[in-house]
């Protein structure tokens, strides 16, 4: 049973904590009789894990080909500039993460880009300001 729980645990963790720590690791390890390396093997293997604590709405933005050709790039650049924050950082208010991520498996919506588990489709500049605008007033 111990392979086949892991990604609903990590899940959990990630949904609970906010991050998957080395303690969390650690006793998932051994809860399911895994090794602490099985399971930050798998941990650091999916884009959706994170060892460092992420904001409220993580923001991924698909940069694969069909995505970087139909306008990632430029959707990257405006949120780095109104979030004020690169890939891999999170706002100082701890509202917003940005990732880029290398697919999305939405090549027929690109450009692609997933705000915590919603993913959005064709998406552009002024659909991204929309998207900011309804985390802002969720948050």
Known sequence: MGRQALLPCL???QEKL???TPEAATLVAKKLGLSRGEVFSVASFYGMF???REGKFVIRVCVSLPCYLKGAREILQYLQGELGVKPGQTTPD???TLKETSCLGFCDGAP???VNDKTY????????KEILQQCREKA
């Open 121 to 128: 489709g064709r998406v552009t500049v002024d659909k991204m």
């Open 11 to 13: 899940h959990l963790i």
């Open 18 to 20: 906010g991050c998957v």
């Open 50 to 52: 994170s060892r460092e």
């Open 94 to 96: 701890g509202l917003f």
């Open 112 to 114: 692609a880009v997933m």
